[in-house]
């Protein structure tokens, strides 16, 4: 069973990859690592199907269109895979997960039956099973007039479960989202850590029409899903 091709757009993610800096130390020369730049990176698909990761912005304001969810293995897993995007709020959604270079389909349930799946044999702190997998929250953004997707891997520090409250329901946020970073130290190495305030206030008639956009756009990408054929980012109406 082959995994079906999904829709790309830009993808903005957390500035914290490691980065190494040669200083002397004690009239030596070391690496020593530092601080990531405080911002965000963003990851754009060229025309060769190639991609492209660069520095985004310092600073992010954007108005939350749609949010969904999807799982990738940990970096230290042997077998690398990822799943398509899902919403386990009512827990109705089919998780497949796949290798992404194959899109061969290697297991699929809804999104509890996957923490048995896999499961390392080992409890969290709340005593359920710790997985081979981290789960991502995928938040469909509006920046000015460009709608990106928004992927943030959720850990202890992550408030998006509260945050989220004002979304419920199908609700119409009164505000746009600032994506607030604070410095972080764990383990000798400092990185970026997120959290989501209350921005300005939207303008509703802007969030209907884009919200519309991106749903009727997905809608009818997922008709087209079964089909070989990729869709190019030109042909994303927004």
């Not at 754009?44 to 310092?58: A, G, S, V, W």
């Not at 929250?137 to 943030?152: A, D, M, Q, R, T």
Request: proline share 2%.
């Amino acid at each position: 069973m082959q995994m079906n091709k999904t829709a790309y757009l830009p993808t903005i993610t957390i500035n914290n990859k490691k980065e190494q800096k040669t200083v002397e130390i004690d009239g030596e020369m070391k690496e020593v690592e530092i601080t990531p730049k405080q911002g965000f990176n963003i990851e754009i698909r060229n025309e060769d199907k190639t991609y492209t990761k660069e520095f985004f912005t310092k600073d992010l304001q954007a108005t939350i269109l749609d949010y969904k969810y999807e799982i990738r293995s940990k970096y230290e897993h042997k077998q690398f895979y990822v799943s398509n995007e899902f919403d386990f709020a009512e827990g109705e959604d089919i998780v497949r997960v796949y290798a992404p270079h194959t899109k061969e389909v290697l297991y699929e349930d809804r999104y509890e039956g996957l923490r048995e799946r896999f499961s390392i044999g080992e409890k969290n702190s709340v005593g359920k099973d710790k997985t081979s997998y981290d789960l991502y929250i995928v938040l469909y953004i509006l920046v000015g007039e460009k709608i990106y997707k928004f992927k943030w891997k959720v850990t202890a520090n992550c408030n998006w479960f509260s945050y989220k409250k004002m979304f419920d329901d199908d609700k119409v946020p009164a505000y746009k989202t600032i994506f607030d970073l604070e410095k972080k130290k764990f383990g000798g190495s400092e990185f970026w850590v997120l959290a989501l305030i209350n921005g300005d206030v939207i303008d509703t008639d802007e969030f209907y029409e884009n919200r519309k956009i991106l749903r009727e756009y997905n809608a009818s990408f997922s008709k087209k899903n079964s089909s070989n054929e990729d869709i190019k980012v030109d042909k994303i109406p927004f």
